[in-house]
């Protein structure tokens, strides 16, 4: 270590864990401070859930509207037809097409 230069911290030993295990990586990491924190991992999986529920957005509206009539149909076909016309407004559901269209069957296509 050069002069002027500080060692690194050493983690503090985490509790409630046996001397004689080692730590894993996810342990390692919450010592070190490094990773993704919370708030950003929450909007990167709320951002995944609201661009798929747009590129289903229609895929989503046709299937509430094939369902059984009773009275959870109504609740399914208001709470999709809003997803279904972002789909359209933003051509997200031009993009699930073309991906159909153009994608490869994965593994034995039989």
Partial sequence: MNPGEQAAPQPAPLKNRPPSRPLDIGERRA???VGV?????WRAVMLFF???ALLNGQA????ALRRPYNVW???????TRPL???AEITRLN???AWIEKHAQP???PE
């Fill in 106 to 108: 994965i593994g034995n």
């Fill in 31 to 33: 010592l070190a401070a």
């Fill in 84 to 86: 279904a016309r972002a």
């Fill in 73 to 79: 149909w109504k609740a399914w076909a208001a709470g």
């Fill in 94 to 96: 031009g993009l699930r």
């Fill in 37 to 41: 924190p919370p708030r950003a991992a």
């Fill in 60 to 63: 989503l509206h046709e299937g």
């Fill in 50 to 52: 609201v661009l798929g």
